[in-house]
């Protein structure tokens, strides 16, 4: 597996995960985007390079995303694998190939009941911390 910069033909495999209804499942936000809006945000995103978005490859095939985003509390990491490759240890391994690569302080949130997100992290070697949050 190997990780690579996003580019403008990456957009449509980026909107299908996004829209994926196991990623919408466990997503911030729960509604699915328009290809509008996403257009939008994606060549802005390509054009200043925040977030940061990486592509996830095997055998050249697109297996997952990875995003990066500058916080006050360290580089936030989220992911998403294709529904495809789901269960094969993708998750893992880019967040692994993402250590490597990324930033002084990589830091993942996930909901606690998303156990295949929470896994993942564990075995790519980050802590789990515990948060309230305010609903």
Do not use: C
């Not at 993708?90 to 949130?109: N, S």
């Amino acid at each position: 597996m190997r990780l690579r910069k996003a580019r403008m033909s990456d957009a449509d495999f980026l909107l299908a995960m996004k829209n994926d209804p196991e990623s919408l499942k466990w997503s911030w936000s729960h509604d699915p985007v328009n290809s509008e809006d996403h257009a939008q945000w994606f060549k802005k995103a390509l054009f200043y390079d925040e977030p940061r978005i990486w592509i996830a490859e095997v055998r050249g095939h697109p297996v997952g995303t990875i995003r990066m985003e500058y916080k006050d509390a360290g580089d936030e990491i989220s992911f998403t694998v294709a529904p495809e490759w789901r269960g094969r240890g993708i998750g893992t391994a880019m967040l692994k190939a993402m250590k490597r690569t990324g930033g002084v302080k990589l830091v993942g949130y996930t909901d606690l009941e998303n156990m295949a997100s929470r896994r993942a992290f564990e075995k790519a070697g980050f802590k789990l911390y515990i948060m309230a949050v305010k609903e």
